[in-house]
């Protein structure tokens, strides 16, 4: 386990002088479905859009396993699990592999205002026909002179109609082969881009998603990321910081999910005694706490492998299943344990179950990251 020293308690803690400000309605806001601007203003305040990138950018020159801290820590202290999804994509869907990949140029004019939040960014990948089959993407970019010229459509785009810059994998080669994705970072006004309405979903509110669109998109060559053919590359790149970035935030979440059920269960009574005296509660609970304990080590320790280079693909799939799993169950439990408070809109618990059911789909489903380790093992 890490020992976090006093500078990383710091960015874990970047949200505390904040939460207050950043909480404020947000169970009545969950019902509007429509993206907070002044609580994002919050976010862009507290300095935590920076963490992970390198300060000649405005960055903050942190690590990995301090930036997931600091993630870990807004998940704790913002009960807007929407609004923190879309704080995990700004970061890790043009920031993180445009640091990585861009050219000097495409850092110098985007990276400072994607650190500071002022630009808001987006990644596309899935398709309305291609999800979890991403090597098939039918979105086809055509070479033309010094442009490329991007055809097709996307799905299920967070953050999509209220973003800046898109980062975009699109077909370059063949379909199916591994090197025929390329990504390219494209301004919202583009000619030939445009964006659906936001799409009405079960959880997740305050994060905006859309379908976004292309005609006839012109793009510099300039705008692409890494080289010709590299988008598997990159996307391997940032689906495991996607994935640890995210479900960083759920463990928060779920910490302090626990901290409230105990305290429930301590203060509630029934037959004379608090509910927590009842086995059939306490025990439930525990596991909850077995969960959240899991799956912090998992995540901590699979950024450990991440950092090291070591060959992590089993760990970033066994992390991923472990923590939204564990995200779902202990929202159902804390359901369960409120009882018929619980299921009510104005204690906050029952849109716990709906952001947390997402969890097992988005960044690789289930039963895509059980395939990846049953693949590793040799099935
Ligand atoms: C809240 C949310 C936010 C999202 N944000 C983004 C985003 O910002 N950018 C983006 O590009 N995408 C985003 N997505 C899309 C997400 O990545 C896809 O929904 C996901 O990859 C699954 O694709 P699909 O929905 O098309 O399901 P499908 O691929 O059609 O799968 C349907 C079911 O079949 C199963 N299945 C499919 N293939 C196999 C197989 N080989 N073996 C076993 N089971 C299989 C799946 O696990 C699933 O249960 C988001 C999705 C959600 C819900």
Request: proline share 3%.
């Amino acid at each position: 386990m890490i020992t976090w020293t006093a500078e990383q308690r710091e960015f874990r803690d970047l949200m505390v002088p904040l939460a207050d400000e950043l909480n404020e309605g947000h169970i009545e806001w969950d019902e509007k479905e429509e993206f907070p601007y002044d609580k994002w203003k919050t976010i862009q305040r507290s300095g935590l859009l920076a963490v992970p990138f390198r300060e000649e950018w405005g960055g903050r020159g942190q690590s990995l396993p301090t930036t997931m801290y600091a993630l870990e820590g807004l998940g704790y202290h913002s009960r807007d699990a929407g609004l923190n999804f879309s704080a995990s994509t700004q970061i890790v869907s043009t920031g993180i592999p445009l640091q990585r990949f861009g050219s000097k140029a495409l850092k110098d004019r985007y990276l400072p205002r994607i650190l500071d939040g002022s630009l808001i960014g987006a990644h596309a990948i899935t398709e309305p026909d291609h999800g979890s089959d991403a090597t098939n993407i039918q979105s086809v970019a055509v070479k033309d002179g010094d442009d490329y010229v991007i055809n097709g459509s996307k799905m299920f785009i967070s953050n999509a109609t209220i973003a800046d810059v898109f980062l975009l994998y699109v077909r370059t080669g063949e379909a199916g082969s591994p090197l025929g994705i390329s990504v390219f970072l494209v301004e919202r006004d583009t000619p030939g881009l445009s964006v659906g309405p936001n799409i009405r979903k079960m959880g997740l509110h305050s994060s905006p998603l859309a379908e976004v669109f292309f005609d006839e998109l012109r793009v510099p060559a300039s705008n692409m990321l890494g080289s010709e053919g590299a988008g598997f590359l990159i996307l391997d790149y940032v689906m495991k910081r996607e994935i640890l970035f995210s479900f960083s935030i759920n463990l928060g979440e779920m910490q302090h999910r626990l901290e409230r059920v105990v305290a429930y269960a301590r203060s509630r009574e029934q037959f004379g005694r608090p509910i927590g005296k009842f086995q059939g509660v306490s025990h439930k609970i525990a596991d909850m706490k077995i969960a959240v304990e899991t799956a912090r080590k998992w995540l901590y320790d699979t950024a450990e492998k991440v950092v090291a280079n070591k060959d992590s693909t089993i760990d970033v799939a066994a992390t991923k299943i472990t923590v939204s799993e564990a995200n779902k169950a202990t929202a159902l439990t804390a359901l369960q344990i409120f009882g018929g408070y619980g299921y009510l809109t104005e204690h906050g618990i029952e849109k716990d179950v709906r952001n947390a059911l997402a969890g097992t789909i988005y960044s690789g489903t289930s039963e895509i990251q059980r395939n990846r380790i049953a693949s590793m093992l040799g099935l």
